[in-house]
């Protein structure tokens, strides 16, 4: 349905700052709108986790983790989502996935991921 394309990870010592970026694109968006976007992550050993989710209307929720050190945003125009993050702990450090629902349509779509590694 839906094609996300995520960039922006990489290392980064604890205290530093990652901007993750995320398009959405496929022939489907010519029809359907993209509704809520969202960031995951998923730690070795650990279950994969929501960080922070945006609506089209710009409505936001974070985990309560990644509360006042993350932003959520988004281009609507661009179908493109954004991951603003800044005082990066170890613990932080896990494979970032981008999601997309896409309003009217069954199902979900994720992203192949991007690694954020924060060392101490």
């Known amino acids: 349905q839906v094609q996300l394309a995520e960039s922006g990870g990489g290392l980064v010592q604890a205290g530093g700052s990652l901007r993750l970026s995320c398009a959405a694109s496929?022939?489907?968006?010519?029809?359907?709108?993209?509704?809520?976007m969202g960031w995951y992550r998923q730690a070795p050993g650990k279950q994969r986790e929501l960080v922070a989710g945006?609506?089209?209307?710009?409505?936001?929720n974070y985990a309560d983790s990644v509360k006042g050190r993350f932003t959520i945003s988004r281009d609507n125009a661009k179908n493109t989502v954004y991951l603003q993050m800044n005082s990066l702990k170890p613990e932080d450090t896990a494979l970032y996935y981008c999601?997309?629902?896409?309003?009217?349509?069954?199902?979900?779509?994720w992203g192949q991921g991007t690694q954020v590694t924060v060392s101490s």
């Open positions: 999601n997309a629902d896409v309003l009217g349509l069954p199902g979900t779509n």
């Open positions: 496929g022939s489907i968006l010519r029809t359907f709108s993209i509704n809520v």
């Open positions: 945006i609506t089209s209307g710009g409505n936001t």
